[in-house]
């Protein structure tokens, strides 16, 4: 089976930088996702990783070891819209085109 | 392209009845991808089609459950015999499928939902 565990909420302020872990068990592996998602709104892609290493864009990054079976998402220069759920997702099986998501992490970003 | 779109938003049944929802996909995006999403949850996975072809089910779903896309654009999920436990948002997304890294479930484009009550 699949699963993702990330924490349940992160709390930060204005300005600062957050990050957002993220592990994962798979059969395979075929690249960590991770999605925003507002309140009342639907979850928006933010980025891709199929690699080790750093992917940057914007104010937003993300981290993958696949050794580590881990990941996070960076969040810098925090903004008050910043404040939604983030969940990372994998897709696991060559077989399968599926996207597993976790029960995401909410961030509350104060003033 | 105005993106994903989904009808009806809101949907409030009484427990047996049969609900319909629609989904229609960015224009040029081949894989369409149903998901449930529950209250402090993340979406779970329901259906995807390639086209018109429907390439895996949830085995979570149950016979209830029934999702179309009979000429690869639009797409439409029935649940028969409602249960108070369907309620949930029911997400649909679509993505473009080719031989780039950003295709298929690496990059979906999701709706805005429909939100289903079952009372």
């Known amino acids: 089976g699949q699963s993702l565990e990330q924490p349940s909420e992160v709390t930060a302020v204005e300005g600062a930088i957050v990050q957002i872990n993220c592990t994962y068990q798979?059969?395979?592996?075929?690249?960590l996702s991770w999605y925003q998602q507002h309140d009342g709104g639907a979850p928006t892609f933010l980025s891709y990783?199929?690699?080790?290493g750093l992917e940057e864009t914007g104010r937003f990054s993300s981290f993958l070891s696949r050794s580590d079976s881990y990941g996070y998402l960076l969040l810098q220069e925090l903004q008050m819209k910043d404040s939604a759920s983030y969940f990372c997702?994998?897709?696991?099986?060559?077989?399968?085109?599926?996207?597993?998501f976790g029960t995401g992490t909410r961030l509350q970003v104060f003033p | 392209d105005t993106g994903v779109s989904q009808n009806p938003r809101h949907k409030i049944t009484k427990r047996g009845q049969n609900v319909t929802f629609r989904c229609d996909p960015i224009?040029?995006?081949?894989?369409l991808y149903w998901y449930r999403q529950t209250l402090g949850q993340g979406p779970e996975f329901l259906t995807y089609?390639?086209?018109?072809?429907?390439l895996e089910k949830s085995r979570l779903l149950s016979d209830r459950f029934s999702a179309e896309r009979p000429k690869g654009s639009f797409s439409t999920l029935e649940i028969q015999r409602t249960e108070q436990g369907d309620s949930a948002m029911y997400l649909c997304?679509?993505?473009?499928w080719g031989t780039g890294v950003l295709s298929g479930a690496n990059v979906l484009t999701f709706g805005a939902g429909s939100r289903l009550t079952v009372l």
């Open positions: 997304a679509s993505s473009p």
């Open positions: 798979t059969s395979g592996f075929y690249g």
């Open positions: 990783n199929a690699l080790d």
């Open positions: 997702a994998v897709r696991g099986s060559d077989n399968t085109d599926k996207l597993i």
């Open positions: 224009s040029e995006h081949n894989r």
């Open positions: 089609f390639q086209n018109e072809a429907q």
